[in-house]
Each structure stands twice: as C-alpha cells, then as structure tokens.
Nanobody, 121 residues
Framework: VQLVESGGGLVQPGGSLRLSCAAS????????IGWFRQAPGKEREGVSY????????YYRDSVKGRFTISRDASNNTAYLQMNSLKPEDTAVYYC???????????????WGQGTQVTVSS
C-alpha cells in the first residue's frame, strides 16, 4: 500500500490542521492506520491509530481531547484532525498501515513520506 500525507503547514498556537493520508489500493480498508510524528532531535513517536472498521481508536495522552483520527472507506483516506495545537506538536507527521492495533512502529508495513507541521507564533 502506498501512502501519501498532506495537509501540513504553519499554524499559530491554538489553531487547527487536518492531515490526510491517501492510499493507492482498495485493500487500504483492511489495514489499521497509525499516525506517528518526529520532532527535531527526537525519536519518532506514535500519536494515534484507528482500526480497519473505524470502531477502535487510540490516542497518546498528550493529544487526547485535541486530535481526532478518522477514515473514509469510500476514498481510501484517513485523517488526523488536530485542534488546539501547541508548539510541542511541531513535528513531521507520518501515516502508516499495518495489521495490528498498536503504535509499535515495527508492526507497520507501509509508510508515507511525511508532512511537516509547525506550530509557532
């Protein structure tokens, strides 16, 4: 599965962005989709995942209540709606596809190229 992220950019603290993760194959709907991020000088970390059905969703504590993950089976796309953004959310954001409900990176088989999110005034 090839994945392409979009929607990143520069936003002021408190602002919002919606990231998209578009997949090239119809089998996208069989995969768990995870969002990860990597800030400058830090290791990549898992942010959220959504099950293939869309029923199960998980968020890391630091984004709970601010980020919402979703997916649209009709257009093979997953989303990460990010509200109340903080400077510490600044990172390159990646989406990935895999078979497991986890944020362990080695369980994900396909990765996008990443999109930059910068939160700054």
């Amino acid at each position: 599965v090839q994945l392409v992220e979009s929607g990143g950019g520069l936003v002021q603290p408190g602002g919002s962005l919606r990231l998209s993760c578009a997949a090239s194959e119809f089998t996208f709907n069989s995969y768990v989709i995870g969002w990860f991020r990597q800030a400058p000088g830090k290791e990549r970390e898992g942010v959220s995942y959504i099950s293939s059905s869309g029923v199960y969703r998980y968020y890391r504590d630091s984004v709970k209540g601010r980020f919402t993950i979703s997916r649209d089976a009709s257009n093979n796309t997953a989303y990460l709606q990010m509200n109340s953004l903080k400077p510490e959310d600044t990172a390159v954001y990646y989406c990935a596809a895999g078979p497991m409900l986890t944020l362990r990176e080695n369980e994900y088989n396909s990765w996008g190229q990443g999109t930059q999110v910068t939160v700054s005034s």
